[in-house]
């Protein structure tokens, strides 16, 4: 049962342009969503995270964008670096205080290149 | 910033064989949790934990599977008898009272 979906294994842009990496879910009582950077041989880092009263958040080249009613979510990183070449996870929880568990989707493979 | 840690970062064992899977959360983080991801799979929620109880477990933490904060510090993972299906990254990670999780860098399990 794949509640949060990242429909694309891999993605490849030039240094300087955007990165766009997309997430779709199928639970609606989500209402919290995460993007994770992870490296290889390395956990799962956080990178930003949304509310979902909110439809936007941004945080220096990374903005997150929530559409609701269409059950999707979007991870824009600009401009894009080769730094930013690793794998990223899209997670979500029905956080309600305590030690709700995070459920991932599988994760779409970013390379940047010079 | 604060980290997890967790150790060893390797382990092989032999099917059957107990194993621990040790990590360290963020000091002043109440809330635990192991996951697992399987070789080119999503990572999946194993357990979480708060106040020396579990909170949460998925079907894959059967009674195989157990989890114990043996002191101030430490928070472990112990697998009874090891299938071949284990072989995995086990991730720990620790929270405030809050979504983000911070994860530690896994203990890559090889079950031969």
């Known amino acids: 049962d794949q509640q949060v979906k990242q429909n694309s294994p891999s993605l490849s842009v030039q240094e300087g342009r955007i990165s766009i990496l997309n997430c779709d879910y199928t639970?609606?009582?989500?209402?919290?969503f995460l993007w994770y950077k992870k490296y290889p041989a390395e956990g799962p880092t956080f990178l930003i995270s949304i509310s979902s009263i909110k439809d936007k958040n941004e945080d220096g080249r990374f903005t997150v964008f929530l559409n609701k009613s269409a059950k999707h979510l979007s991870l824009h990183i600009v401009p894009s670096q080769p730094g930013d070449s690793a794998v990223y996870f899209c997670?979500?929880?029905?956080?309600?205080?305590?030690?709700?568990?995070?459920?991932f989707g599988k994760g779409t493979k970013l390379t940047v290149n010079p | 910033e604060p980290e997890v840690t967790q150790t060893p970062s390797h382990q092989v064992t032999q099917m059957g064989q107990e194993v621990i899977l040790r990590c360290v959360p963020i000091s002043n983080h109440l809330y635990f949790y192991w996951y697992r991801q399987i070789l080119g799979q999503k990572v999946e929620f194993l357990v979480s934990f708060y106040n020396n109880e579990i909170s949460e477990k998925s079907e894959i933490f059967d009674d195989q599977f157990s989890v114990e904060r043996p002191d101030g510090s430490n928070f472990t993972l112990k697998i009874r008898s090891t299938k071949l299906e284990d072989s995995a990254m086990y991730f720990c990670?620790?929270?405030?009272?809050?979504?983000?999780?911070?994860f530690g860098p896994g203990t890559r399990l090889t079950v031969t």
């Open positions: 997670a979500a929880t029905t956080w309600e205080g305590g030690s709700e568990k995070l459920v």
């Open positions: 639970n609606s009582m989500f209402d919290y």
């Open positions: 990670a620790s929270s405030e009272p809050a979504p983000r999780q911070y």
